[in-house]
C-alpha cells in the first residue's frame, strides 16, 4: 500500500466534512475485505487514505508522525476489519478508529512529556519573529501554523473547527471539561491569529 505525500493531502482544506464519498460498493468491498482479499483492501486504503491522513497530520502536528499514524491505523483496521458488523458506512468506522488512535497517541505523548502551559510559552514567543520574518504567502499557510500551536489547543482546534465536533463531544472524546475545550479553542485561535497577521 502507498502512503500519501504531504502534496496529495489536502493542506488547506478547513470545511467541515464526516460524511463518506464513495461507499456505493462498500458492503461488497467490506465483505471482500474480511474474506482475506487483499486488492480489496488496497482499493479502502485508497479510498480513505487521505482522509485520515489530513486528521493524523493535524492531530499529530507533523506529516512524518502522520505518516506512521495512516500506518498503524490501516494496520488496525486490518486486524479489526473482521468485527465490522456495519452499523455504520466503512468510512465513518475507519474514521472514527483512526480518530480513537490518534487520540491515544497524543494522550500517551502527552504523559511522556509531562508539559505545562508555562513551559510552552517561551517556545510561542521564540516562533513569532521567525513568522514575522516569512512572506505573505508563506504566514497564511494555516497548516504551518497550526502546527506551531501546543499540542492541547491543536487537537482541541482540529477537533472543533476542522472537523466539526461540539464541545461537549470533545470534553468526552478527550476525557476534559467542556470549559477546558472552550478554553483550549479560543487559545488556539487567538495563537493563530498572532501567527498569521
Not at 486488492?39 to 479502502?44: C, H, V, Y
Not at 497524543?106 to 517556545?123: G, H, I, Y
Not at 464541545?167 to 467542556?178: D, V
Request: hydrophobic share 40%; proline share 4%.
Amino acid at each position: 500500500m502507498r502512503q500519501p505525500d504531504a502534496s496529495r493531502a489536502p493542506s488547506k482544506q478547513t470545511t467541515v466534512n464526516r460524511t463518506d464519498r464513495g461507499d456505493a460498493s462498500s458492503p461488497d468491498l467490506v465483505a471482500r475485505c474480511q474474506a482475506g482479499d487483499a486488492d480489496a483492501f488496497a482499493e479502502l486504503y485508497v479510498r480513505h487514505s487521505a482522509r485520515i491522513f489530513s486528521l493524523a497530520v493535524r492531530m499529530s502536528g507533523s506529516p512524518q508522525t502522520g505518516e506512521d499514524l495512516l500506518q498503524e491505523i490501516f494496520l488496525q483496521a486490518y486486524r479489526k476489519i473482521g468485527g465490522f458488523k456495519g452499523d455504520a458506512a466503512v468510512g465513518t468506522w475507519l474514521y472514527r478508529l483512526a480518530l480513537n488512535h490518534c487520540l491515544d497517541f497524543v494522550r500517551s505523548r502527552q504523559a511522556r512529556m509531562d508539559k505545562s502551559t508555562d513551559a510552552l510559552e517561551p517556545e510561542t514567543h521564540r516562533a513569532a519573529p521567525a513568522a514575522s520574518r516569512e512572506s505573505p504567502v508563506e504566514r497564511i499557510d494555516l497548516e504551518r501554523a497550526m502546527q506551531q500551536l501546543p499540542a492541547g489547543c491543536r487537537e482541541v482546534f482540529v477537533l472543533h473547527d476542522v472537523e466539526g465536533y461540539e464541545h461537549k463531544e470533545i470534553a468526552a472524546m478527550l476525557g476534559i471539561a467542556e470549559g477546558t475545550s472552550k478554553s483550549q479553542v479560543f487559545k488556539a485561535r487567538m495563537k493563530l491569529r498572532a501567527l498569521l497577521t
